[in-house]
Nanobody, 121 residues
Framework: QVQLVESGGGLVQAGGSLRLSCAAS????????MGWYRQAPGKPRELVAR???????NFADSVKGRFTISRDNAKNAVYLQMNNLKPEDTAVYYC???????????????WGKGTPVTVSS
């Protein structure tokens, strides 16, 4: 009933930049937190950045100062601007959105299918 469509991943050289986008569609009354997680081969999924409805953000220590997160509430979209990319940023990046499908309903957490980011040295 809710779809998350991610885009923007790809191959980039170290020091380069990429911008990830994620748009939610479907039965949506309101959106609370939106965020990005990543999972590298052989490692657990980890939080990269998260932004709440009021605009507050938090970032993994490893990306602070290099990544920024923003959202467009009119488009139900969240963006991750990644600058000065490093080989250790290589991973599949997943969008995560907490959605309230109707008034007074509990929040439901949705995941995108993931978009791969590869940073070559």
């Amino acid at each position: 009933q809710v779809q998350l469509v991610e885009s923007g991943g790809g191959l980039v050289q170290a020091g380069g930049s990429l911008r990830l986008s994620c748009a939610a569609s479907g039965i949506i009354f309101s959106i609370d937190a939106m965020g990005w997680y990543r999972q590298a081969p052989g490692k657990p999924r980890e939080l990269v950045a998260r932004i709440i409805s009021g605009g507050g953000t938090n970032f993994a220590d490893s990306v602070k100062g290099r990544f920024t997160i923003s959202r467009d509430n009119a488009k139900n979209a969240v963006y991750l601007q990644m600058n000065n990319l490093k080989p250790e940023d290589t991973a599949v990046y997943y969008c995560n959105v907490d959605i309230r499908p109707r008034a007074l309903a509990p929040l439901v957490s949705y995941w995108g299918k993931g978009t791969p980011v590869t940073v070559s040295s």
